[in-house]
């Protein structure tokens, strides 16, 4: 019985490998390890000199049929469209528009030396062109300069053609930052206005101090950012606007710029114009608590062209690896840049997670009437970015039970 079902294995396998062959054959499909792939083209090597060949695309029944004015006007089309004809006959690539060799060329007419019509294969060609950015709009503004106060008068007229950060509304709130390059001392901005692609926002700053001989070295910094009530202001775009080659001695100068996408090297150095913040930490092994002390910040940035406007407060957040396990806050300093705040929190820290434990300091500017804004950021622990940190987190861990203070420089947020 098993001899008997071998021999019908056997036949049965012959069977389908003759049909397999004969359909192979009557398909026109060379044998598989015979196709070679050349960017994605079907290539089919010379020594196989059956007649038919196999173009996948477009597949013409009538190629022996066609004329010649329907295959040039194909050709045409496909020439205006961008396109490479690819002659399965000859295995000749056709690129219009580029250098082509003559000893390439197919010979001409509707019939070919072996009496067969020319089959042709249209295929897009990929663009090397990088696709445009989109518009993000231009930012509209006067320039001015006040000779008996040496004052520097910027007016925001207004911005136009944003993108709609909001896609369900189709709309942004927008309003705009803005500050003096290279100096970055002075920082304005504007109201927000809802619910709109052209803000008209007609604002005027003051900006005294300002030497006119120093203008052509100065640029106008604008970020166009829209406000979101429950998460960070989402950045449409930045302006860069010299003043090399204004000149307000005679009046008001109108300008207009493009905004451009935000340049992250034009952001502030944490080291120059976020300011310091001076914290002290403890450790105690026996109760396993965490005394963290907020003292004091100095040299925080100038929100306007008073310098005095900042209402500062600090929130404490403590994260075990990434995930926040408690968050507290001071109370607001008002109208100063270098508060003292002399709170201290205290946490209940096992000290096997000590290791993972990590504290944030955000140093966040009050503001009754926009979203609060984060002046700077400071973090400690051993995984702390920043080397102060980390050493300063180790000082703790490996000094129980005392009290470290140290000064550090607050970074971007």
């Not at 000199?49 to 089309?77: N, P, Y």
């Amino acid at each position: 019985f098993t001899g008997v079902l071998v021999l019908v294995v056997v036949v049965l396998v012959l069977l389908w490998s003759f049909c397999q062959r004969r359909y192979l054959r009557s398909a026109g499909h060379p044998p598989y390890k015979f196709i070679h792939m050349l960017k994605g083209i079907s290539i089919y090597p010379e020594s196989l000199s059956g007649s038919k060949r196999i173009v996948r695309g477009i597949r013409r029944a009538d190629r022996s049929d066609r004329s010649d004015g329907e295959r040039g006007c194909l050709a045409a089309g496909a020439a205006g469209r961008g396109m490479v004809l690819v002659d399965a006959e000859n295995n000749i690539l056709d690129v219009p528009g580029q250098l082509q060799m003559s000893h390439l060329v197919p010979p001409a007419g509707p019939v070919a030396a072996n009496g067969q019509g020319r089959v042709e294969r249209v295929l897009p060609v990929p663009s090397s062109e990088p696709e445009p950015e989109p518009s993000l709009g231009a930012i509209s503004l006067t320039v001015d300069y006040n000779f008996p106060k040496k004052a520097l008068v910027v007016t925001i007229v207004g911005a136009r053609s944003l993108p709609a950060v909001d896609e369900q509304a189709g709309s942004s709130d927008p309003y705009v930052k803005m500050t003096i390059l290279p100096e970055k001392k002075h920082r304005v901005k504007t109201r927000v206005l809802r619910k709109t692609l052209d803000p008209l926002f007609d604002e005027t700053f003051t900006f005294y101090g300002v030497a006119y001989s120093s203008l052509p070295e100065l640029t106008l910094h604008f970020l166009v950012l829209s406000f979101d009530r429950f998460a960070r202001d989402d950045v449409i775009g930045e302006a860069l606007v010299p003043l090399k080659g204004v000149d307000p001695s005679t009046g008001r100068v109108h300008l207009s710029q493009q905004i451009t996408k935000r340049n992250m090297q034009v952001r502030r150095s944490a080291h120059d114009t976020r300011g310091e913040l001076l914290a002290s930490l403890s450790y105690q092994p026996v109760s396993h608590r965490l005394s963290v002390v907020v003292l004091k910040a100095r040299h925080l940035p100038k929100m306007d062209i008073t310098g005095l406007s900042a209402n500062p407060y600090v929130k404490v957040n403590v994260f075990y690896g990434r995930k926040r396990i408690a968050k507290k806050k001071t109370h607001v300093k008002k109208c100063t840049l270098n508060p003292v705040f002399n709170e201290s929190f205290i946490y209940d820290i096992p000290p096997e997670l000590l290791p993972e434990i990590s504290v944030e300091f955000l140093v966040v500017d009050f503001d009754r009437t926009t979203k609060n804004e984060v002046l700077g950021r400071l973090l400690l622990g051993l995984h702390s970015p920043a080397p102060s940190g980390a050493s300063h987190w180790r000082e703790v861990c490996e000094n129980p039970r005392r009290q470290i203070s140290k000064w550090h420089n607050l970074s971007e947020y």
